[in-house]
């Protein structure tokens, strides 16, 4: 484990110990995903150069690329001036960052006005996921 003592310090986790963490393609500034962070996945990923996340759902830390092999690997770690957002510059790995089998998370868009909006999926689906996910 890092050295905690300085860098860790200045970060604001909300109450159960997590933060929102934005992944930005390093290459593009392409927004990839939202994910969270507690202390240890942050640490983690400070130590390997690879993204390290908590799962809300899991419940335990989730090494990014773990089942897909879309692994991202981290370029620069930047805070916001609250110290409460992480944000990774990375490098995706198969260029496939999206569990739905797209490059970013961030794929819907609101269309129409605010009476007959809708979302329109506007990127496509590079992979189809049951092949990633076996």
Not at 32 to 43: F, G, K, P, S, T
Not at 79 to 93: A, F, N, P, R, S
């Amino acid at each position: 484990m890092t050295d905690e003592s300085n860098w860790l310090d200045a970060i604001q986790f909300d109450d159960q110990g997590l933060l929102p963490a934005i992944a930005q393609d390093v290459d593009t500034g392409l927004v990839l995903m939202v994910a969270w962070m507690n202390a240890e996945a942050l640490d983690e990923t400070v130590s390997t150069g690879r993204a390290v996340y908590w799962s809300r759902s899991r419940q335990r830390l989730w090494r990014k690329g773990e089942e897909s092999g879309h692994v991202q690997i981290v370029h620069e770690i930047r805070l916001d001036c609250d110290g409460d957002v992480i944000l990774l510059k990375v490098k995706q790995e198969g260029g496939i960052a999206c569990h739905t089998g797209r490059e970013s998370c961030f794929f819907r868009r609101l269309d129409g006005t605010a009476n007959q909006a809708s979302w329109s999926a506007v990127d496509p689906v590079l992979k189809d996921p049951e092949l990633i996910y076996k």
